[in-house]
């Protein structure tokens, strides 16, 4: 099994910034792609962004230019630093990593962090 420590979430006014970190520990052969996800009340959990290993990140249109995503693979963790944070913005993020083990692909999830933006 793999275990993943989400920390960061909080409250913040419009235009402030937050960063999320989650580490992941356990049963990791390797480390496939980490990224976060967020789900607002009454919608589908959505991409935020990903980083694949050796590969370059991909983000949401809605989160271009104001999200950055990065990771320590010494460490096996990663973060999202998020600026210029909007309303719309608000959700609880989780955190994505796969890994493979013994030959087999796992997804595993973060316990999710709340994120809130409002004046």
């Known amino acids: 099994q793999v275990q993943l420590v989400e920390s960061g979430g909080g409250l913040v006014q419009p235009g402030g910034s937050l960063r999320l970190s989650c580490a992941a520990s356990?049963?990791?052969?390797?480390?496939?792609?980490m990224g976060w996800y967020r789900q607002a009340p009454g919608k589908q959990r959505e991409l935020v962004a990903t980083l694949p290993t050796g590969a370059t990140a991909l983000y949401a249109d809605s989160v271009k230019g104001r999200f950055t995503i990065s990771r320590d693979n010494a460490k096996n963790t990663v973060s999202l630093q998020m600026n210029s944070l909007k309303p719309e913005d608000s959700a609880v993020y989780y955190c994505?990593?796969?890994?493979?083990?013994?030959?087999?692909?796992?997804?595993?999830w973060g316990q999710g962090t709340q994120v809130t933006v409002s004046s």
């Open positions: 994505k990593v796969v890994t493979t083990w013994l030959n087999t692909q796992v997804n595993s």
């Open positions: 356990g049963r990791i052969f390797r480390i496939v792609a």
